[in-house]
C-alpha cells in the first residue's frame, strides 16, 4: 500500500512530466485555436479535455495493465494497486517486469530519435554532436535493441519480447507522429477549408498520438491506474489552460523541451533497470524527473536574462 505523502509525490510528478511532455501539442493547439471561434475554443476546452483525460490518459494506461493482467477482468485491473487480495498482488507483480521493459524500451528510442534526428536548442554539449551524426540514429537503435534483447533473455524470455514490442511501439506511434506533425500543418495552412468541429477532431486525434509518450512514461512512477488518470488528468487541465491564457510565455523557456527529453531518458532507464530486477522505490522518478526539469527550467531563465542583459547593452549603443 501507499501511503498519503507517496501518492502525493506521485501524483506531482505525473502531472509535471505530463505537462512537459505536452509542450509542443499545446503551442501548435494554441496556433490552431488561434483560427477558430470563441466557441469552438470553449468547447475545445470543456468537452475536448474530458476526451483527452477519460479516453485516452484513463482509458488507455487501463487497458495496458488490464491485457498484462488479463485474469483480473476490467475492474481488478482499474483498482488492482489499492487491492490486499494476495493473489492480485501476485498477478501485478509478475507482468510488472514485462510492462515495464516494454515501456522502458520505448521510452529510451524516444530520446535517442530526439537526441540524433531532431531539431532542438542545445541545452548540454554532446547534444551538438550526435545531431552532426543523425543518421547513426538507426544503427545506434539497432544496437541498443540487441543489447537489450540479449541481457533480458537471460532474466525470462517473456521480458525479451516486451523488448522487442516497446521498439514495434515506437516506429509504430513514430509513424502516427510524423502524420499528425503534418496534419497540424494543413490545419494551420490558410487555404485549409476545414470547419472549426472538423479542427477540434483533428485536434483530438493529434492529442491522442502525442499522448502516447506520456501514458507509457507514467509507469514509471506507479501501476495505479487510478493515480496515473488523477495525475495526467491534472497535468492536462493545467496544460489547456496554458494552450489558451499563456503559452507565449511558456514557449520563452526554450530548454523545457530538453528537460523533458532527459527525463524520458531517465524514467526508461528506472523502467529497465526495475524489470531486470533492480529495486527502485516508488519516490525515485517523481524525484528525478523535478530534479531533471527544474535544472533546465534554470538553464532557460538563466538564457533569457543572459539574452534580456545583450539586448540592453545594444539599445544602449
Given at each position: 500500500m501507499i501511503d498519503l505523502w507517496g501518492i502525493l509525490v506521485i501524483v506531482l510528478g505525473l502531472s509535471l512530466f505530463e505537462i512537459i511532455t505536452s509542450i509542443d501539442n499545446a503551442v501548435i493547439n494554441a496556433e490552431v485555436l488561434s483560427t477558430m471561434s470563441q466557441r469552438a475554443r470553449r468547447w475545445f476546452l470543456i468537452w475536448g479535455l474530458l476526451i483527452?483525460?477519460?479516453?485516452?490518459?484513463?482509458?488507455?494506461?487501463?487497458?495496458?495493465?488490464?491485457?498484462?493482467?488479463?485474469?483480473?477482468?476490467?475492474?481488478?485491473?482499474?483498482?488492482?494497486?489499492?487491492?490486499?487480495?494476495?493473489?492480485?498482488?501476485e498477478s501485478i507483480e509478475m507482468s510488472?517486469?514485462?510492462?515495464?521493459?516494454?515501456g522502458g524500451v520505448f521510452l529510451f528510442l524516444v530520446f535517442m530519435h530526439w537526441l540524433f534526428l531532431e531539431p532542438k536548442y542545445f541545452g548540454l554539449r554532446p547534444e551538438r554532436f550526435f545531431h552532426r551524426h543523425g543518421l547513426w540514429f538507426f544503427a545506434?537503435?539497432?544496437v541498443f535493441l540487441v543489447a537489450v534483447t540479449w541481457v533480458s533473455i537471460k532474466v525470462h524470455p517473456l521480458i525479451s519480447f516486451a523488448a522487442v514490442v516497446?521498439?514495434?511501439?515506437?516506429?509504430?506511434t513514430h509513424g502516427f507522429?510524423?502524420?499528425?506533425?503534418q496534419a497540424e500543418k494543413n490545419l494551420l495552412s490558410k487555404e485549409t477549408k476545414l470547419s472549426d468541429w472538423s479542427k477540434i477532431l483533428y485536434l483530438e486525434v493529434i492529442d491522442a498520438s502525442f499522448s502516447i509518450d506520456g501514458v507509457l512514461g507514467a509507469f514509471a512512477f506507479t501501476l495505479s491506474v487510478p493515480l496515473i488518470l488523477f495525475g495526467n488528468g491534472i497535468g492536462a487541465v493545467v496544460l489547456r489552460q496554458l494552450t489558451v491564457s499563456n503559452i507565449d510565455r511558456i514557449k520563452k523557456y526554450k530548454y523545457l523541451k530538453n528537460g523533458a527529453m532527459y527525463s524520458i531518458l531517465f524514467l526508461g532507464f528506472i523502467m529497465m533497470y526495475d524489470s531486470l530486477g533492480g529495486h527502485i522505490p516508488e519516490w525515485f522518478s517523481p524525484i528525478v524527473t523535478f530534479g531533471t526539469v527544474g535544472f533546465f527550467l534554470w538553464k532557460?531563465?538563466?538564457?533569457?536574462?543572459?539574452?534580456?542583459?545583450?539586448?540592453?547593452?545594444?539599445?544602449?549603443?
Open positions: 483527452a483525460v477519460f479516453l485516452v490518459r484513463g482509458a488507455l494506461p487501463w487497458l495496458i495493465v488490464w491485457f498484462t493482467n488479463f485474469q483480473l477482468g476490467p475492474i481488478g485491473a482499474f483498482t488492482a494497486t489499492f487491492s490486499n487480495n494476495p493473489a492480485v498482488t510488472k517486469p514485462i510492462l515495464l521493459m516494454g545506434a537503435a539497432s516497446g521498439s514495434s511501439a515506437f516506429f509504430i507522429k510524423e502524420n499528425a506533425e532557460s531563465i538563466r538564457e533569457n536574462k543572459k539574452d534580456e542583459a545583450e539586448a540592453a547593452q545594444k539599445k544602449k549603443k
